[in-house]
């Protein structure tokens, strides 16, 4: 599976947005960009997709580079709330079921009041 | 809606005894996925089924794990002989079937293993 790279840790101020990088240098060109974040004390959390096109919904969007060998997950306005483990995953697409997470250390966010 | 449950939440047993932990996946979804979650570090996967069918093992660190899922839905994950390194969460996850790879995967709170 093509690896990701993410920082271990980041700060931010509430209600100030949030760029976490991720890089992924060797992904393939049928590779999804994952991202997932994980509450203390909870399983982890789906936050959003993409492939080429950059992804909005509700929780966060997602800026994907134009070679897609990095991306960026962007939370508008932090709230103390969004503290977590955020993991970048990349999924092959796949024609069968069975396409298992392969998750790495993540970036631990921390929010200021 | 309901999402997916786990139990129990919290598991203390001594070394050397089996257990048993359990995975209430969401209605109608036919991917199961149990993962192993060190203190620390991401989940890492152990086991897949398709409805009843287990498809994928190949994270399964012993074969003292093993995975059940007899009619489909709820699963079971067994652990016999434990031993202190098997303390961990241990996560379940649904998705509906993932053609494409790409349906998200629904967590539950997993269940806290600790081997005394």
């Known amino acids: 599976d093509a690896k990701t790279t993410q920082p271990n840790s980041m700060e931010s101020n509430e209600e100030e947005p949030v760029h976490l990088p991720c890089n992924h240098s060797t992904i393939s060109g049928t590779d999804y960009i994952h991202w997932y974040r994980q509450l203390p004390s909870q399983g982890p959390e789906y936050v959003i997709h993409?492939?080429?096109s950059n992804v909005n919904n509700r929780m966060a969007s997602l800026a994907i580079a134009e070679d897609r060998k990095s991306s960026t997950l962007i939370l508008h306005r932090a709230t103390l709330r969004d503290a977590a483990v955020y993991y970048c995953i990349l999924r092959g697409s796949l024609n069968n079921a069975g396409n298992m997470l392969t998750f790495g250390g993540g970036t631990r966010l921390m929010v200021k009041p | 809606g309901a999402g997916v449950s786990q139990s129990p939440r919290y598991k203390v047993a001594k070394r050397g005894q089996d257990v048993a932990l359990r995975c209430d996946p969401i209605?109608?979804?036919?991917?199961l996925f149990w993962y192993q979650q060190a203190l620390g570090q991401g989940p890492e996967f152990l086991t897949y089924f398709q409805n009843e069918a287990q498809l994928d093992k190949s994270g399964l660190p012993s074969d003292r794990f093993f995975a059940e899922r007899p009619e489909g839905s709820v699963s079971t994950l067994k652990i016999q002989r434990t031993q202190q390194e098997d303390s961990a969460v241990y996560l379940c996850a649904s998705s509906l079937v993932t053609r494409g790879g790409n349906q998200p995967q629904h967590f539950g709170d997993g269940t806290r293993l600790s081997i005394l």
């Open positions: 209605s109608g979804h036919v991917s």
């Open positions: 993409g492939l080429t």
